[in-house]
Structures are given as C-alpha cells and as structure tokens.
C-alpha cells in the first residue's frame, strides 16, 4: 500500500534559524496537505498542494510538491516560538484512494528562545 | 461555530470489553473520517464516510472493528473484544466533501482509550 515518509524526526532549533521537513511518498500522489499539532492537540490543516510544482507560501511558510507529486517539503523561514510542534504531511492517492489520507510519522520541531 | 466534538475525552476499559466512541461532526460536513494515533506516530486511517455510506473501510484493522453514521451526521465507532493493543487517540474528522475534489479535514479533539 501507499507510503508516505517524513525526515528528519526530531529538528531542534534557534528561535531566528531556519526549518524544514521533507516527505516522500511511495506512489504518485493526487494531492498533499499539511497539518500541524501542538502537543496536546489535534492536528490543524495548514495547506493542500495539488499541481505539480506547485508552491505556496503563507508569511513565514513555504510549501513545495515535486514535479513528480511524490515528494513535499515545509520551510520555515525565521522560526518562532510558537511554531513548536509536530508538523505532518499527508498524502491522497487518488483513483480508488480519494478521501483517504495517508499521514507521515511527523517532524517535531523544538525551538529554543 | 462549532467544531468537531467527540466524546467520551477519555475512555479506559478492561480487555475483553466492547467500547464505543462518538463523533459529531461540523454542521453541513458530508464527509467524515476515523483515524487512530499512536504516541509518536501520524494518524492512521480506519474508515471514511461520504454521507452515510462507507466510501472506504480499507483502515480498519479487523473484524472487531466496525463504524457506523446511520443519518449522515453523528458517527459511532465500535470495537468489540478490546485488546490493549487497541489503546490509542481515536481521532475524528470532517470535511465540506470529498471524492475527486480534495477538501481540508477538520478534526477533533479525540478519544483516548486505555485498555487494560
């Protein structure tokens, strides 16, 4: 079945340093999304991918989906306190799949004042 | 307005027992999904309802599983024979659609459940 791997685990940073997190995922992919979980919570929507290529950004984010729809990436330019968490990408297959996300194991990120 | 809501927060039960979980999804969503999170690990899918047809059960680990959205709004999860292997954040989500339109899910707060 469809995989959807997340590097690295564990990101501890700077307040001010930069961040990313990669996903990759076994199979052609209809469309990505992003969630983010505060510890404690449930995980929020950031944002859906859905061409090749594609990229979007939202203020300090930036979102990436390869050409191939295989693989995504997360940037966080000048991270913040409050962007501690675990972030997670999950991945649509399509055909058969629709509907049905398959989440990534999760990048938490640690940022230090 | 109101978000997803599940209930119960919590729910620990001794192995062997059935339980069951509810979820009420956002007013007007057509779609909802059960997803079950393990500590350090990403939700995993269970099942997906798009009204109240099970559009795909392929999550579900076993037979002891089963859900069910009679009128298309609230949603009950079952699981019979709990094991502790069942124990685990039972999230739920929702959102406007789905199919071939992807739509953002909406989740709840989950359940956690402790089998003993």
């Known amino acids: 079945g469809q995989q959807v791997m997340q590097i690295p685990q564990y990101q501890h940073v700077q307040e001010g340093e930069d961040f990313t997190t990669y996903c990759n995922s076994s199979?052609?992919?209809?469309?990505i999304q992003w969630y983010k979980q505060r510890p404690g919570g449930h995980p929020v929507f950031l944002i859906q991918?859905?061409?090749?290529?594609e990229v979007k950004k939202q203020k300090r984010l930036t979102f990436q989906f390869g050409e191939a729809k295989k693989n995504s990436s997360l940037h966080i330019t000048a991270t913040q306190t409050t962007d501690v968490g675990t972030y997670f990408c999950?991945?649509?297959?399509?055909?058969?799949?629709?509907?049905?996300?398959?989440f990534g194991q999760g990048t938490i990120l640690t940022v230090h004042p | 307005g109101a978000g997803v809501s599940q209930t119960p927060s919590n729910k620990v039960t001794e192995k062997g027992k059935y339980v069951e979980l509810r979820c009420d999804p956002i007013?007007?969503?057509?779609?909802l999904y059960w997803y079950r999170q393990s500590l350090g690990q990403g939700p995993e899918f269970l099942i997906y309802?798009?009204?109240?047809?099970?559009?795909?059960d392929s999550g579900l680990p076993n037979d002891r599983f089963f859900a069910v959205r009679p009128e298309g709004s609230v949603s009950t999860l079952k699981i019979q024979r709990t094991e502790r292997g069942d124990s685990a954040v039972y999230l739920c989500?929702?959102?406007?659609?789905?199919?071939?339109?992807?739509?953002?899910?909406?989740f709840g707060p989950g359940t956690r459940l402790t089998v003993t």
């Open positions: 989500a929702s959102s406007l659609g789905g199919g071939r339109r992807p739509y953002e899910q909406y």
């Open positions: 991918l859905v061409k090749s290529g």
């Open positions: 007013s007007g969503h057509t779609a």
């Open positions: 309802f798009q009204g109240t047809g099970a559009a795909d």
């Open positions: 999950a991945g649509e297959g399509g055909g058969t799949s629709y509907g049905k996300l398959t």
């Open positions: 199979t052609t992919l209809s469309n």
